[in-house]
């Protein structure tokens, strides 16, 4: 999304922990649910496996009815592609979360993940080279994240391209439409260069979009004729009722073109969705796929715990999202990098803490674990106990430097001395942050 709309990269991750977080979905999976809402994209099917790309290549310029992975995973959402022109010129893409794809290298070799086919011999060979490798792209980091199905679309000719995306806006206090008549290529890049090729429209939120003011956009970034000017409103009406009713937190679609041959398609489409939602947003729920997401954020979340992990060596537990800022702030500012942003709530129990220590001990690079709690809901005597329960029974190697204050604070500290376990405790915020730098120096 836009850089100066909203950061990206670990911090910024850590930022949004202490709320719940945003589902992502595959590009095929958006394709389909943009259908579901008659949104004109190219013609689209996923597959799983490389003979399943083969079999779509060679039937793909017959009817739409061919669903693919759509018949398995998004059921019940009718998806009609609205852009059928019965070709075999195709592009194949790799289906994983992160953008970036089409300059990204697999950890096979393979470079790109995103390709021309012009036969199903072609798509199959290329999709024997993606599934079940690691794309690593700009966003992705070092290892990557696997690929398990691709998507292969018909290729359109664009004669313009254009940004297109709904979001909510801190500063308008609700939904906003941001376009640019410079789609199809970063649009951070576009924004730093050009910030006034970039129109932002507050949208009401109850009303929608008014098809006045779409038109207008319509004609404000040029799309050629009145059809198309109509087409491209009608878009963005609709992209903002998918958006309320799905409750998405964001649609981007990048690029949006205009084809040579005077048709408006949603060329490329990424959506997110607010995770509060899920028990009213089933079926787009049904689409998560967890092989996207770091293993132990998922155990995490399993346990009700924050948890995103960072590139650091030392371990943190805490309990409360601004706590946890102010801890990680603590150990950079005595040369530290933290390994993790992890907040085990107001709620935590004994059993809750010891299942923290074993997601923070999945982490080889983790060198001393530093626990900082304030005691206000919290009880530190539950932190003590699962503390102790957690080094005893996981076998804890780790220094591990504690400090309790607040609620039950001298039971707690009495807890920890008479278990006779190496845990070091401290009163003073900066002295123990240090200590678990020198620690994980060591």
């Known amino acids: 999304m836009l850089a100066s709309l909203r950061k990206t990269g670990s911090l910024a991750r850590v930022a949004h922990a202490g709320q719940r977080r945003f589902l992502s979905i595959h590009e095929y999976q958006s394709v389909n649910l943009l259908n579901a809402y008659g949104i004109p994209t190219p013609k689209s099917i996923g597959a799983k496996s490389p003979d399943e790309a083969f079999k779509v290549a060679e039937n793909f310029g017959m009817s739409s009815s061919h669903s693919g992975l759509r018949d398995r995973k998004t059921a019940g959402l009718n998806a009609v592609n ?21 300059k990204g290298t697999f950890d096979n070799g393979f470079k790109g993940g995103v390709h021309t086919v012009d036969t199903p011999e072609q798509a199959r060979e290329i999709a024997r080279k993606m599934i079940g490798a690691n794309l690593i792209t700009k ?24 940004y ?9 206090q609700g939904p906003v439409l941001v376009v640019s008549s410079q789609g199809g290529m970063n649009i951070e890049e576009v924004a730093a260069k050009d910030p006034h090729s ?33 087409e491209a409103a009608d878009i963005f009406v609709t992209l903002y009722k998918l958006f309320k009713d799905k409750d998405a937190t964001q649609i981007e679609i990048n690029p949006m073109a205009e084809t040579i041959d005077g048709r408006v398609l949603c060329m490329d489409a990424k959506l997110g969705f607010d995770e509060n939602a899920q028990f009213r947003q089933k079926d787009i729920f049904d689409l998560r796929d967890i092989s996207q997401e770091e293993p132990s954020e998922v155990e995490a979340q399993k346990a009700n715990l924050n948890f995103i992990k960072l590139d650091g ?15 990680m702030d603590v150990l950079s500012l005595h040369g530290g990098n933290p390994a993790n942003f992890l907040d085990v709530g107001g709620g935590a129990t004994p059993e809750t803490v010891k299942k923290a220590f074993e997601i923070l001990l999945t982490d080889h690079k983790v060198k001393s674990i530093f626990i900082n709690i304030f005691g206000g809901i919290m ?56 200590k678990a730098v020198e620690l994980a120096h060591a």
């Open 379 to 434: 009880r530190c005597d539950y932190i003590a106990e699962g503390v102790i329960r957690a080094t005893k029974e996981l076998g804890l190697s780790i220094p591990l430097v504690v400090r309790l204050k607040g609620t039950k604070e001298v039971e707690a500290k009495q807890m920890i001395r008479d278990s006779g376990l190496k845990i070091i405790p401290f009163d003073d915020l900066d002295t123990a942050a240090e």
């Open 82 to 102: 609205c852009s059928s022109t019965g070709t075999n010129r195709l592009v194949i893409k790799a289906q994983v979360l992160a953008g970036g794809r089409g």
């Open 198 to 230: 970039i129109i932002t429209t507050p949208i009401d939120a109850k009303k929608g979009l008014d098809p006045s003011v779409a038109l207008e956009l319509a004609r404000t970034l040029g799309f050629k004729d009145a059809v198309a000017q109509k």
């Open 164 to 172: 297109v995306a709904i979001l909510n806006d801190r500063v308008t």
């Open 313 to 327: 060596n030392i371990g943190c537990l805490v309990n409360g999202a601004g706590l946890a800022m102010a801890t």
């Open 139 to 162: 966003q992705t980091g070092a290892a990557g994240r696997i690929c398990n199905a691709v998507m292969l679309a018909e290729r359109r000719d664009p004669a313009h391209e254009y």
